[in-house]
């Protein structure tokens, strides 16, 4: 949609097939780009990985708009202090629905980042209690989003069960999101005006998904929660590839030392001492899960089970 779009309103499109983060911001300097569409990754990469004296642009950006995860809010502060005039916006839509569904407009005024902006034309919204399956009023508070729009597919090829949970509910054509949203009051640009509008605000998932080489995997209880959020920060990350390099290496040597002792030792020792191995590698690795979870509280400041 955001491709079409650009392209209908007369406008160039650049598309890097790899993103590296200097390329990236090297192109930004040769075609003069104004507008971004990134994901929150390319964000953080930007300005963890790039000095921010490269991140001064000429012709300035316009906007910067977000989409596929939520924008992290303590990430537009940092962002601001290098693009202040920049306007920070996100969009909503999903696979299922065929294009997007919400998006801040451009020339929006700053100050509403945390939201996905007002609806876009042909689609609805609905707010429903998961429990009581009962609609929320607008500003009353949370629940699943619910949508329904010409573009949404009809289903899922050869899975009746997902199609049926999932699609057209209550025979009205409904489909649920599986995100925990809610509206609030906020100003947006529409048709040449400032006005107010109700804005949508994704607070959460209720069908937790990590995604692997493009592959989706469901979360069934908070352990896979809290690997989820260890994912999202890259210096965890880092820590725990760290940690298993030096597992395999620790793990290299001892089976050295296991298969050079066991010329000389009888079949009873050298299962005693396959043993102590595996003991002392177990426990190696619950240390270093230790030392993982203490860096990830101390880095992101984020309980590893939501309250």
Same mark, same amino acid.
């Given at each position: ?26 192109? *930004? ?30 012709? *300035? ?20 202090? *290098? ?118 605000? *994704? ?105």
């Amino acid at each position: 949609m955001l491709l079409h779009l650009q392209v209908a309103s007369g406008r160039a499109v650049v598309i890097q097939p790899v993103f590296s983060p200097d390329g990236f911001v090297q192109d *930004i300097h040769k075609y003069q780009i104004t507008t971004l569409f990134v994901v929150p990754p390319i964000l953080l990469a930007l300005l963890h990985r790039i000095p921010h004296e490269k991140l001064q642009f000429n012709p *300035i950006l316009r906007s910067v708009c977000c989409a596929a995860a939520p924008l992290p809010k303590d990430l537009v502060p940092h962002l601001k202090k *290098i693009w202040p005039t920049t306007l920070m916006r996100q969009g909503w839509g999903m696979t299922e629905t065929a294009t997007g569904v919400t998006i801040t407009p451009v020339c929006s005024p700053d100050g509403f980042h945390h939201t996905c902006g007002p609806v876009l034309p042909n689609a609805e919204l609905l707010i429903v209690d998961p429990d009581l399956r009962r609609s929320i009023e607008p500003g009353k508070g949370q629940g699943e989003l619910w949508v329904r729009a010409p573009s949404i597919t009809l289903g899922y090829i050869d899975n009746e069960k997902e199609t049926k949970e999932m699609f057209n509910q209550e025979g009205q054509g409904w489909m649920r999101s599986g995100d925990e949203a809610e509206f609030e009051r906020g100003l947006v640009f529409v048709d040449g005006n400032i006005q107010e509008e109700w804005l949508l605000c *994704i607070r959460d998932r209720l069908k937790e998904l990590i995604k692997v080489l493009s592959y989706e995997m469901k979360c069934a209880n908070d352990r896979f929660r809290g690997i989820k959020l260890l994912l999202l920060n890259w210096r965890i990350l880092l820590l725990v590839i760290l940690l298993l390099q030096i597992n395999v290496l620790l793990e290299r040597m001892m089976i050295g030392k296991v298969k050079f002792l066991g010329h000389s030792l009888s079949r009873r020792k050298k299962l005693a001492r396959k043993r102590s191995w595996i003991g002392s590698r177990l426990e190696r690795i619950s240390t270093n899960i230790l030392v993982v979870l203490t860096s990830w509280r101390q880095f992101t400041r984020i309980p590893v089970e939501r309250s």
